[in-house]
Nanobody, 117 residues
Framework: QVQLVESGGGLVQPGGSLRLSCEASESLSSVYLMGWYRQALGNQQREWVANIARSGRTNYANFAKGRLTISRDDAKNVLFLQIDNLQPDDTGTYFC??????????WGRGIRVTVSS
């Protein structure tokens, strides 16, 4: 089963940018849909951010449109999330998820993003 590991989080000032990465343990060619979710501190629910299909087709939550960009590099087995103009409300733990052609969804362990001055 593919494993996913997020990286690229940290502390950023409001207005800054981050690029999160999600590295897969094996080829993404067998994962037709990749996505990002986030979870605010103290919130039990994860909020969907965006997803990208193997075809390259993308979908974004309304809050993410125009400011967050999802992409994938299947040759390097990596999923990305570019976040621009970060705001305090973007603070939380970001998770990547993969939906393979066969089998259950696979989640990463999450990466923390803190937006604060």
């Amino acid at each position: 089963q593919v494993q996913l590991v997020e990286s690229g989080g940290g502390l950023v000032q409001p207005g800054g940018s981050l690029r999160l990465s999600c590295e897969a343990s094996e080829s993404l060619s067998s994962v037709y849909l990749m996505g990002w979710y986030r979870q605010a501190l103290g919130n039990q629910q994860r909020e969907w951010v965006a997803n990208i299909a193997r075809s390259g087709r993308t979908n974004y939550a309304n809050f993410a449109k125009g400011r967050l960009t999802i992409s994938r590099d299947d040759a390097k087995n990596v999923l990305f999330l570019q976040i621009d103009n970060l705001q305090p409300d973007d603070t939380g733990t970001y998770f990547c998820v993969g939906r393979p052609d066969h089998g259950p969804d696979v989640w990463g362990r999450g990466i923390r993003v803190t937006v604060s001055s």
